[in-house]
């Protein structure tokens, strides 16, 4: 945010200077001990992303939870004309790495080897090294070409959630409360707050769950909950609160 196309604030209050820019929402994960850094989806603000992440040097590794702008097409800043990376893992579904492996641009980034893919099973972790582990889980979300995950994220000490799109929480095979009951930390969709964000689309089409009804059903709850992928339309940008997460906020794990 500033939104392509969008005129009101608080796009236009960036353009003005009267208030900062937003990037795009994803999640860095950084080992200090070890000096690991992995990017949970690659945004199109991936070289900002990154040069917060590590400094500017790629990651160790990317975790993709499916192929819509805001959330893969950063992979493109690792190849020849950019940052010309060395087999970064690149961590996705077996449609994900499909689409990426067979389809230009992206496919070019995997012929080069300036990414290597890897595939992601369902509900089966990734071990990654510091005591860290990665499961990705299946959501129902509009899957033209990918289908669309979610993540845990478990540390020594800490487990995190991580669902920035999602349809409506009653289309999941899972239960979000039981799912939020087992991490300390959840990021969740909070695209929009209101139905009328929208004056010209017919929202109940667009597909997220609102932020009320997402908090209604996590009434209670001890897991400390923070709304990301904020539309520019949201009035949550514009007035914050406590389950909204902001740039750089760290969660020790």
Not at 70 to 83: F, N
Not at 204 to 211: A, G, N
Not at 236 to 244: E, F, I, K, S, W
Request: net charge neutral; with cysteine; proline share 7%.
């Amino acid at each position: 945010m500033p939104h392509l196309g969008c005129s009101k604030p608080p796009c236009s209050d960036v353009r003005d200077g009267r208030r900062r820019a937003e990037k795009v929402s994803c999640v860095g994960l950084y080992h200090r001990r070890l000096n690991l850094a992995y990017l949970f989806d690659a945004t199109p603000d991936f070289p900002a992303q990154v040069h917060s992440l590590t400094g500017g040097r790629p990651p160790d590794g990317l975790f993709l939870t499916h192929a819509h702008i805001g959330h893969y097409t950063g992979l493109i800043h690792l190849g020849k004309e950019v940052a010309a990376a060395k087999s970064v893992p690149v961590y996705g579904t077996a449609r994900m790495s499909d689409y990426l492996s067979k389809n230009g641009p992206w496919s070019l980034l995997v012929q080069d080897k300036h990414i290597e893919l890897r595939v992601l099973l369902p509900d089966t972790a990734v071990e990654l090294p510091g005591g860290v582990r990665v499961t990705a889980f299946t959501v129902p979300h509009r899957d033209e070409f990918t289908d669309t995950v979610g993540f845990r994220i478990e540390g020594p000490r800490a487990k995190v959630l991580f669902i920035p799109d999602i349809d409506k929480w009653e289309k999941w095979e899972r239960d979000l409360r039981a799912e939020v009951e087992k991490v300390d930390v959840a990021f969740l969709d909070g695209t929009f707050e209101t139905l009328d964000e929208l004056p010209h689309r017919d929202i109940t089409k667009v597909r997220h769950p609102l932020m009320s009804e997402t908090r209604e059903r996590l009434k209670g709850v001890k897991a400390k909950l923070y709304f990301i992928h904020l539309n520019h339309s949201n009035p949550a940008l514009r007035r914050g609160g406590d389950d909204v997460a902001r740039e750089g906020m760290e969660i020790s794990l």
